[in-house]
């Protein structure tokens, strides 16, 4: 059965509602209709709910208090999405909103006990009870789980959820103005006017500020300001909000809602920033103020003149200022009956409301009871000053105007203040001083012109009125009230940061926009000092709540792709994602494609290999410096392996690098490695040596790059190579050479052997990688050639006990700890790393990178096994595969020196807890140790 | 996050930089002492003040640049 509107208004003459837009939506299981333009709270408040959430922690009801975005009253879950704020949010046809954490039901709650309770339930009764003993804390942690708060969300979500999308975004406006009432609109629209670019940050959805819920006068001033706005080429962003300000004037600021894109992130480098935005309604503290039907005059003339909605039929006010006179006539415009108005100026109060589900009444200072179901106060305001407290402002209470104001002469040039956080006014004051804020704004960005005169807004005087004489609710998103703060200053919490944290008062999802001036007060009353000398509650970002999602972005990881990849991914290749590169693992069969290598001819895919082109006649230089071994001697034609370590001795990458002219090298580096080694040789060439002539050009992904290996790769290049000899003598083991394949001109031609196989390493223009592929494989088909995987070169590489750096070394390991005792050269003048080394060698007590045999071949001991020797852990496996030529388990291992000798035996401790023996062997290679077949 | 002024691409948001630390000076690897050496590899004075620093404009024009930062304030001028 669908509700009726029974609460709806006529036409008010500044409702956002459009009433030719009328659709349904459910609530709690049951359908409801709204009107486009109408939030989740209002369009359930028109069909009479009152009652839209339970609170935290004694379940009590709870309905509309501010009827805004921070209204911690009704807080829903929408779909699959939690927490959604439901004062803010607009309905949607066929949205399924529902209430958050009530158990059975919204109406019957059974934790609502927990009220009954409440004298046991005080500030610290988790700490204080759960404590002992400590071994049932996991008990105590399940059940309390259930009575914590928050909506739920999906592991599975629904198509449409897991589809919904998160952005960010740069911008760099000159001028960046948070919030957009009547000062926010008139700053923005005047340094536009002055030539800034402006971008205008509102969290409502749409301009004006409280000039939208305010009389003809306000209304007309908001048309002007608007068509101002509009007219000076503003950028405006509604329903998002500044959330922080950072170093440098880095505003974050989240957007919301728009059509494809749930939030986005905007990060916004101002050059001045505006501060404008407004003040916020506080509540008031008395017995019975979170009954619903107690609400914030603001939230009454949002509800009536926004969206037509008629908060009661029976009204009391409680009326302090000018805002809660004007509601008084909105309220009798709208056809409630105001029963009775305390006006605070006059000593009117309340003490305490009576009902439960809703308002039945207020008693009256004097003890007068009256019937009502509405309660509206207007008791004063908060400044939300967090902005300008992150740029190092300390605000200031002024016990006149009952709220803190910034020190305006303190701040940052690059940030400004305007509207109601600064002081008081007409519309017009407050428009005026806010344009003059926004012209000096536009000049500080940077725009011509003389320093802009802003006026001194003046100070409205306003009664202090924080408490009335009964307790009452605090902090109403994690139900802290007045008499729970005494307790805390009473067991000696009295400072204001020291009382939060143990009542958690301002640490709920209204985060002290409400709250923090009502619990500085309470605490300054129960301390007996002035509420200026209290100190308050820090105020951090985000100023509001924002998604993981929008803070991640939008998922962009960059993906390398080999040239060769459509082949790969047309022929079955297992994808390895190495770094940003995603690689042909192996085709189905590592084990045969490794054999292939050894008995006929493989071709691989090294596209990733990170390659440098270095030209200069210092690059001799440069390679001294930055290999361990010795290079002044490189000859044209001539390829030579080099090995790098760190400034700590330790082994940072690994490569070839071959000399293709006079003064032109090509180096090649580790795949992972790629840039970080252009990075380190940028670094010792721009910072140490910047004398030295060297041009370094990153050409990793010019080139394609296709490893030909096995007994029969020369013949099969010698199908498609032309301008190279490839006899042995004439293109020998550790030469480089370049020339032309399968028809494509400017390729190099590398002779050396990873896979410790006769082999040439192919760098092609990356473009005819494809082709030069498809040619070697075209060629070779009475050879066997096959393609070959990243998992079969991993077995080669092994058998042949080559290193690979990151694998079989780690962030520790040091030059002569990587088997490199024949390449390091310490005789060399200065190398990096050399003075470490040469301290390492002097020790000689550092591990050692051995090959190790398990005594039972057929244990392939897991990567990372602990190595134990007489009962003392002295190493570990750093690679062990199966191997498929010797048909027999092989690794490399680190061990400590003591256990290095060839021969020893040592026991390798698997993951399960079995031992198993094992033996040092003679050589790190297990296959042709003396290098022959890569010499063929 | 900071801007940094590079020379060659103008103000930047730091994150299109590496940062390299405090300066730190490379001993003369002939004569140096374990103590000088082992001071430059890992001992630095991490000032709350002016510091002297590296950055690399990894994402711009890939040059090292020394600037000298407040630690507190986040200005930055040149060295």
């Known amino acids: 059965m669908t509700r009726q509107q029974v609460r709806r208004l006529d036409s008010q003459p500044g409702e956002v509602i459009d009433r030719e837009c009328a659709f349904e939506f459910s609530w709690n299981g049951s359908t409801y209709p709204a009107y486009a333009g109408d939030t989740i709270a209002s369009a359930l408040s028109a069909c009479g709910e009152r009652v839209f959430s339970r609170s935290f922690k004694y379940h009590r009801p709870r309905g509309l208090l501010t009827a805004s975005h921070t209204d911690p009253g009704c807080i829903v879950q929408v779909g699959d999405e939690p927490n959604v704020r439901g004062a803010h949010r607009l309905v949607e046809p066929g949205m399924d909103v529902r209430p958050q954490d009530t158990w059975p039901s919204l109406a019957f709650d059974v934790k609502a006990a927990n009220e009954l309770v409440s004298r046991f339930l005080p500030a610290g009764f988790y700490y204080k009870t759960f404590i002992r003993p400590r071994r049932l804390w996991p008990t105590y942690e399940r059940v309390l789980r259930r009575f914590s708060h928050g909506g739920v969300i999906s592991p599975d979500p629904p198509a449409q959820e897991r589809l919904r999308s998160y952005d960010t975004r740069h911008a760099h406006p000159d001028v960046l103005v948070a ?55 503003v950028e405006v962003l509604t329903n998002s909000v500044v959330l922080g300000r950072y170093d440098h004037n880095l505003a974050a600021v989240v957007q919301r809602g728009m059509p494809r894109v749930h939030e986005r992130l905007v990060k916004a480098r101002a050059k001045t920033l505006v501060v404008a935005p407004g003040l916020i309604e506080r509540p008031y503290v008395f017995a019975g103020n979170d009954v619903p039907g107690v609400m914030l005059s603001s939230a009454a003339r949002r509800l009536i003149n926004l969206h037509a909605v008629k908060p009661g039929d029976r009204a009391v006010v409680l009326t ?13 415009r709208a056809g409630i009956e105001v029963a009775h108005v305390a006006d605070a100026r006059r000593g009117g109060d309340v003490v305490r409301v009576f009902g439960r589900g809703c308002v039945r009444g207020v008693e009256l200072v004097d003890g007068r009871r009256i019937a009502c179901d509405l309660l509206v106060t207007a008791v004063g305001w908060t400044a939300p000053l967090t902005l300008l407290t992150m740029a190092g402002d300390v605000p200031a209470y002024d016990s006149r105007a009952a709220r803190y104001f910034p020190d305006v002469s303190s701040l940052p040039s690059d940030v400004l203040a305007a509207g109601g956080v600064v002081g008081d006014g007409s519309v017009d004051e407050l428009v005026a001083h806010a344009d003059a804020v926004g012209r000096e704004a536009a000049r500080r960005a940077g725009r011509a012109g003389e320093p802009v005169d802003v006026p001194d807004l003046r100070l409205e005087p306003h009664p202090e009125l924080f408490r009335a004489r009964t307790h009452g609710i605090v902090d109403f998103s994690e139900d802290v009230s007045s008499k729970e703060l005494l307790t805390a200053v009473e067991e000696g919490y009295s400072s204001a940061e020291l009382a939060k944290r143990y009542t958690t008062a301002t640490m709920g999802p209204t985060q002290g926009k409400l709250e923090s001036v009502n619990v500085v007060a309470i605490i300054a009353e129960a301390t007996g000092r002035p509420i200026s000398q209290t100190g308050t509650t820090t105020w951090r970002p985000p100023y509001a709540p924002v998604t993981l999602g929008a803070l991640a972005g939008r998922h962009r990881d960059p993906v390398r792709y080999s040239p060769m990849h459509p082949w790969h991914e047309g022929h079955g290749a297992a994808r390895l994602v190495a770094g940003a590169w995603i690689r042909p693992d192996h085709y189905g069969d590592p084990a045969g494609e490794a054999l292939a290598v ?117 013949e099969l290049l010698g199908r498609v190579v032309a301008e190279v000899d490839l006899a042995p003598e004439a293109f020998p083991y550790m030469h480089v050479r370049a020339g032309s ?31 030069v592929w498809q040619a070697l494989l075209d060629a070779g088909g009475d050879l066997g050639v096959r393609a070959v995987g990243i998992e079969a070169q991993r077995i080669l590489r092994l058998e042949k006990g080559h290193l690979i750096v990151g694998q079989d070394t780690d962030g520790l390991t040091q030059g002569f700890s990587a088997g490199l005792d024949g390449l390091i050269r310490l005789d060399k003048d200065d190398f990096v790393g050399r003075t470490e080394l040469v301290w390492q060698a002097e020790a000689g007590t550092s591990p050692r990178l051995v090959g190790l045999q398990p005594d039972d071949p057929a244990v392939v001991p897991e990567e990372g096994s602990q190595l134990v020797a007489g009962g003392r852990l002295c190493g570990r496996v750093t690679s062990s595969r199966w191997s498929p030529t010797l048909r027999r388990s092989i690794c490399l291992a680190q061990v400590a020196v003591g256990q290095a000798e060839p021969g020893t035996a040592i026991t390798v401790r698997l993951p399960d807890g079995r031992l198993l023996p094992a033996t040092v062997t003679e050589h790190l290679a297990a296959v042709d140790p003396e290098g022959a077949r890569l010499r063929a | 996050m900071i801007l940094l002024p590079c020379p060659w691409c103008g103000s930047r948001d730091a994150g299109e930089f590496s940062y390299g630390g405090e300066l730190t000076p490379r001993p003369d690897p002939r004569t140096a002492t374990r103590e000088q050496w082992r001071d430059y590899l890992y001992l630095r004075d991490n000032v709350a003040g002016w510091t002297t620093e590296r950055w690399y404009h990894r994402m711009g024009c890939r040059r090292y640049l020394t600037v000298r930062r407040n630690t507190v304030t986040n200005e930055v001028t040149a060295p």
């Open chain 1, 179 to 233: 919030g957009g009432g009547p000062a926010g609109m008139a700053s923005a629209a005047a340094a536009a006017r002055a030539g800034a670019a402006v971008m205008l940050v509102e969290e409502e959805h749409a301009l004006g500020g409280h000039l939208r819920w305010g009389d003809k006068a306000d209304l007309a001033t908001l048309r002007e300001l608007r068509d101002l706005v509009a007219a000076s080429g």
């Open chain 1, 741 to 771: 394949v399968a028809g494509v001109a400017g390729c190099v031609l590398w002779r050396i052997g990873f896979t410790g196989e006769l082999s040439y390493e192919l760098q092609v223009p990356a473009s005819y990688g494809l082709h």
């Open chain 1, 598 to 714: 050894r008995e006929r001819v493989g071709i691989i895919d090294v596209s990733p290999i990170g390659k440098l082109d270095l030209r200069g006649p210092d690059v001799p230089n440069l390679l001294n410096l930055l290999y361990v071994n010795r290079w002044s001697k490189l000859a044209v034609g001539r390829v030579r392996y080099g090995v790098m370590c760190a400034e700590d001795g330790v082994v940072m990458d690994d490569g070839v690098t071959g000399r293709l002219g006079a003064e032109q090298y090509l180096m090649s580096t580790t795949s992972s490695g790629a840039a970080s080694v252009w990075e380190w040789v940028e670094s010792w060439l721009q910072t140490e040596h910047p004398q030295w002539r060297v041009h370094v050009t990153p050409v990793t992904t010019s080139y394609a790059g296709i490893n030909v290996a096995g007994p029969h790769s020369r």
């Open chain 1, 320 to 332: 302090a200022n000018a805002q809660g006179d004007a509601t008084i006539a909105d309220l009798e």
